[in-house]
């Protein structure tokens, strides 16, 4: 999910301009993918829908532990978009979630009580819209706003009319980031922040999200591939780009699932063929990463079952949340779980602990 540069500090400024030049001109010549790869940046994401189901795999990536913890939001909790200007936006939650907090910080992953699933990923050329008046919300909080007062895409993006996504620092750093949403319906939306702008993607074409380069390019590249009419053979490299085109032609050849169980299998699968194993190195950038991101964990979300599985990259088990089997009443306690408790298998609604800040 996560880039940090390689290079000492007094040349990063000078290398993202550079990648930033060649970058445009990948968008008009179909540019090497190996000139933009400058990191192994890392987290995918899969959308698989069909008649029946609608299930989004997804996995994280990052250069340090992030301390996964499941966290259970009832209704009712008022909450303020972390914005210190003075134009935060306030709200109160109307739906229940399920969520994954990284860092102590950010809701990175999570699907409420109506089926809507989101995922935030890693997009280092991320620049967001230039101050209005508009209410802020945090870059590291606009899932946990979309859960809390959205049921389905449409929603969601008129939400987010509403208010202006503003990075703040988490950790002691920025997090360009960009944003994926869907719902029991199988609609689907991918949004980002291009050259100020904000850019929406709906549809077909916002079913599988990588990081760099923007979603865009990475539609346009798929063409050079056997799967969508090109002649290059899938690419096998851990880099954005690489699995992106892998995701996608799995996804397009993955055969019509008999039931919800098939369903989640099947795009689970395709998310495994995008982790990154501790020591993996990228080669496609012609020399060996020193920050190559491993796959720290992977969500399953079932929107049609309300069904919310996590499994550690250092477990072998997997466990799930039924939300059907949670009470999100107004007035109930926030509860949570770590991510990185290797015992936990199976559903783990019971396990669930009252969340406590000390």
Not at 329 to 358: A, R, T
Request: charged share 20%.
């Amino acid at each position: 999910m996560v880039f940090q540069s390689i290079l000492p500090p007094h040349l990063t400024h000078w290398f993202f301009m550079i990648v930033k030049q060649l970058f445009a001109i990948a968008l008009s010549s179909t540019l090497s993918i190996s000139l933009l790869n400058h990191s192994a940046m890392a987290c995918t994401r899969i959308l698989l829908n069909t008649n029946q189901d609608h299930v989004v795999a997804r996995t994280m990536d990052l250069y340090m532990p992030d301390h996964p913890k499941i966290v259970v939001y009832p209704r009712g909790i008022p909450r303020d978009g972390a914005v210190t200007d003075g134009k935060t936006v306030h709200w109160t939650s109307k739906n229940g979630s399920v969520t994954v907090n990284s860092l102590g910080i950010a809701t990175s992953d999570g699907i409420n009580e109506k089926g809507l699933v989101a995922n935030l990923l890693y997009l280092h050329d991320s620049q967001y819209e230039n101050r209005d008046a508009r209410p802020g919300i945090a870059n590291s909080m606009v899932l946990q706003y979309l859960l809390d007062v959205s049921a389905t895409v449409s929603e969601a993006l008129a939400e987010l009319d509403k208010v202006q996504v503003v990075s703040v620092k988490a950790a002691g750093r920025e997090w360009p980031l960009h944003i994926s949403i869907s719902d029991a319906t199988g609609d689907s939306a991918v949004i980002e922040f291009v050259n100020g702008v904000r850019v929406v993607h709906r549809g077909k074409d916002s079913a599988v999200m990588t990081n760099e380069p923007p979603l865009d390019w990475q539609l346009n590249n798929l063409k050079r591939y056997k799967y969508f009419g090109g002649t290059e053979s899938l690419p096998g490299d851990i880099d954005p780009a690489s699995r992106f085109v892998r995701a996608s032609a799995f996804l397009k050849t993955a055969p019509v699932p008999k039931d919800t169980r098939e369903a989640l299998a099947e795009v689970y699968s395709i998310a495994k063929t995008v982790s990154v194993p501790r020591g993996a190195q990228n080669t496609s950038v012609g020399v060996n990463s020193e920050d190559t991101w491993p796959t720290l964990w992977a969500t399953l979300a079932d929107a049609n079952n309300r069904l919310y599985f996590f499994q550690a990259s250092g477990s072998p088990n997997m466990f799930w949340i039924d939300l059907g089997k949670i009470n999100f009443s107004k007035g109930l306690p926030v509860k949570q779980i770590s991510g990185e408790d290797i015992s936990l298998v199976g559903e783990i609604s019971s396990k669930l602990k009252i969340f406590k800040n000390k």
